[in-house]
């Protein structure tokens, strides 16, 4: 099995930062796409950042220029800088990644049981 471990949620002031970490667990070959999702109250849930393997990144036009997506391969991890944060952005933001387990010839998805981000006008 692969676990999704978040953290790093929290209440900040519009303007403010927080950084979320995820870190991928169990027998785990490999991870292609690691990526943040967020759903806001009444809302569909939408990608926000998404980084492969590789290190190409892909960013929601909304988050451009305010958050970062990092990841660390050898850890099996992924982070969320965000930066001057808006009340918009207020969530709770999921954790994704696309795996191959130790044995399995398929990709599946696994998620993160999220972790909320409140964004204080």
């Known amino acids: 099995q692969v676990q999704l471990l978040e953290s790093g949620g929290g209440l900040v002031q519009a303007g403010g930062s927080l950084r979320l970490s995820c870190a991928a667990s169990g027998t785990i070959f490999n991870i292609n796409v690691m990526d943040w999702y967020r759903q806001a109250p009444g809302k569909q849930r939408e990608l926000v950042a998404a980084?492969?393997?590789?290190?190409?990144?892909n960013y929601v036009d909304s988050v451009k220029g305010r958050f970062t997506i990092s990841r660390d391969n050898a850890k099996n991890t992924v982070s969320l800088q965000m930066s001057s944060l808006k009340p918009e952005d207020t969530a709770v933001y999921y954790c994704?990644?696309?795996?191959?387990?130790?044995?399995?010839?398929?990709?599946?998805?696994?998620w993160g049981q999220g972790t909320q981000v409140t964004v204080s006008s």
């Open positions: 994704h990644a696309r795996v191959i387990r130790l044995g399995d010839i398929s990709w599946r998805d696994y």
């Open positions: 980084i492969t393997n590789s290190g190409s990144t």
